[in-house]
């Protein structure tokens, strides 16, 4: 109890210091619109923001297909926001078009996303184009 201290407002230097790391946003803009749409995710594990997933013809209990990872090249949208799924299938939020930010630890691929910008801009499905000075996927 002795971290929640309510509506009390320390001097600069006295008291808990609390810090945290924002999370990860996947959408690079949303000024020019995106498509996101709730999707089911299979059973494997924890699904990191950005993590590539394909749609498969398996339906859940409550008739929706099915989203598994994938790869870069072969993927049809991105999971916007981080799902634990080990306990069960998980609803999650689809990017299926938008502009992205390819800097996500799903995404980045060590040396300036040389692996990241091969896949995606030779994957068909999503006929995007990636931007290299900004590290940004457009599709």
């Not at 790391?21 to 990191?48: C, F, I, M, W």
């Not at 209990?61 to 072969?74: E, F, N, P, Y």
């Not at 916007?80 to 995404?107: E, F, H, P, Y």
């Not at 995606?120 to 999503?126: F, K, Y």
Request: charged share 15%.
């Amino acid at each position: 109890m002795a971290e929640l201290e309510g509506n009390v407002l320390r001097p600069p230097g006295l008291g808990p210091t609390v810090t945290f790391d924002p999370p990860e946003e996947l959408l690079a803009s949303t000024g020019h619109g995106y498509v996101q749409k709730g999707g089911t995710l299979a059973v494997n594990g924890v699904y990191r923001v950005g993590e590539p997933v394909i749609q498969t013809g398996a339906t859940s209990a409550a008739g929706d297909k099915i989203w598994v990872k994938s790869t870069r090249a072969l993927c049809t949208g991105f999971v916007r926001t981080a799902v634990d799924t080990t306990g069960g299938q998980k609803l999650a939020n689809i990017v299926l078009s938008g502009t992205i930010n390819c800097n996500v630890q799903a995404l980045s691929a060590g040396t300036y996303n040389a692996t990241t910008k091969s896949d995606l801009n030779g994957n068909t499905a999503l006929k995007g184009r990636y931007v290299d000075h900004l590290a940004y996927f457009i599709f």
